[in-house]
């Protein structure tokens, strides 16, 4: 539904009203990372929270969000000026009602993922989605062109409100405690700032884009950026979300042993998936679905993909982290990749937008490395165990890619660019699928039964 509806508004609007909300991304995500100080994962990561603990971080969100409510509406004159572009101070104001309503359903949500009541909150954020989308195409539809982009961030955060309050039944008492704070913030504080970092380098190129370069250039990179997120984030919410709560909840070192290798693996296949697959259909998807006024995003969006594949595996480790009650260490290391991509922004900032699209690569993919041997120690493996782990299921889904592209690089330019989606997309699909059911790996097998299990549920 977000791939359809984002769709939808990138053919009826141009780049530059895209590229509007890009440069004034880095404000609102890190506001609502700052905001809830990493107090919803020390609530999952706690074997028993009590009311105390959820009506106290109820009511510091609630604070919070309204605070950063105030100082988005100050500064937004600032910001305006700072880009040049005067519809960002509108822009800068909604955001920050918007972000008010996120800051109160955080503790909705934090509830659910604790409970493992995925399936209310897939209901949940399908109906604010939708219900977001279709006012927000209607502004569209009259006239009111970016406002229909800001529209829909601030109704999807009252309607999650709502919907959220309407599905559970259950509304935290406003009360505040010390000890359940002093708790929450104690575990949650160094995941806090390691969350801000993450932002920074996650949003950070758009915003160099729409002040040295144009918001066209700032758009493109905002749209490729987001087309590539909506897989990995739906990988995120399926299998990482659901594994830290399991995770936490797991005693016995045989049994946590167990439950963290096959995760390990799931997550590097399906994630591999993604990306080798998004690779070989990237070119056809843009021109075919979003026109050419979106080619621009085309070389941005395959060296992006790579990003989304590191950040996917690295949010896997810093699980294993925070289940070891790591997250200094996490802090310490997000740090150190947003270091090193301001490091290198600062030598390629006015570049194009490709280049600069691997400033937040490259990073990404040396601060996995790093992640790799804390992983084996805390999880006592042999490098033998670890490639068992990792290499067949990313080896297989890199091998279909080549196979796909060898086999289709030829023919699939010069006929239509929609049937060569089809098809191509058909070739990539049944070759994997064709040889993992030869080869029935362990990994595969797991995510098969996934997937018919949430099917017949």
């Not at 109820?58 to 604070?63: E, I, M, Y």
């Not at 591999?272 to 026109?291: E, R």
Request: proline share 3%; charged share 10%.
């Amino acid at each position: 539904m977000t791939f359809g509806g984002n769709l939808w508004l990138a053919n009826m609007l141009a780049p530059s009203d895209f590229g509007l909300l890009g440069m004034v991304a880095i404000f609102s995500a890190l506001a609502s990372n700052i905001s809830g100080c990493g107090m919803s994962d020390g609530l999952i990561n706690k074997a028993d929270p009590t009311s105390r603990d959820y009506s106290t971080v109820f009511v510091f969100n609630g604070a919070m969000g309204l605070l950063f409510c105030l100082i988005f509406v100050s500064t937004s004159g600032f910001v305006a000026a700072f880009y040049g572009y005067p519809e960002l101070k509108g822009i800068m104001i909604a955001i920050g009602i918007c972000f008010f309503f996120q800051s109160l359903c955080l503790i909705q949500e934090t509830r659910m993922r604790k409970e493992l009541n995925f399936k209310k909150m897939a209901i949940v954020r399908l109906s604010a989605t939708a219900s977001s989308l279709i006012l927000a195409v209607i502004l569209v539809l009259c006239g009111y062109s970016y406002w229909g982009l800001v529209s829909m961030q601030i109704f999807l955060s009252f309607f999650m409100f709502v919907y959220y309050l309407l599905v559970s039944r259950w509304f935290p008492r406003i009360a505040f405690y010390r000890a359940s704070f002093k708790e929450m913030f104690g575990y949650g504080v160094h995941l806090m700032l390691a969350y801000v970092c993450y932002q920074i380098a996650r949003n950070i190129n758009m915003a160099v884009l729409g002040k040295f370069s144009n918001a066209a250039a700032s758009g493109a990179y905002n749209q490729a950026h987001k087309l590539q997120e909506v897989p990995y984030n739906l990988s995120e919410s399926i299998l990482n979300w659901p594994f830290f709560a399991v995770l936490s909840a797991t005693h016995g070192v045989s049994d946590r042993r167990r439950v963290t290798a096959d995760m390990h693996s799931q997550i590097i296949f399906v994630n591999a998936v993604i990306t080798c697959f998004l690779f070989c259909v990237s070119q056809y998807v843009f021109k075919s679905l979003y026109g050419a006024k979106w080619d621009a995003a085309i070389p941005i969006f395959n060296i992006l993909l790579w990003y989304g594949l590191a950040t996917a595996v690295k949010m896997f480790y810093q699980t294993i982290l925070k289940a070891h009650s790591r997250t200094k260490t996490i802090r310490n290391l997000t740090i150190v990749e947003v270091v090193l991509q301001l490091a290198m922004l600062a030598g390629f900032y006015k570049s194009s937008a490709t280049v600069i699209a691997f400033t937040q690569v490259i990073p990404a993919l040396v601060m996995l490395v790093v992640y790799v041997p804390m992983y084996m120690r805390l999880e006592g493996i042999s490098v033998g165990q670890y490639m068992k782990e990792s290499f067949r299921p990313l080896i297989i889904p890199v091998l279909v890619m080549v196979i796909t592209i060898v086999g289709s690089i030829s023919w699939a330019p010069e006929i239509n660019r929609f049937v060569a989606m089809i098809v191509v997309s058909a070739l990539y699909i049944v070759a994997l699928i064709i040889y993992c059911e030869l080869r029935r790996p362990t990994f595969y097998m797991d995510v098969r039964r996934r997937i018919i299990k949430t099917k017949n549920a």
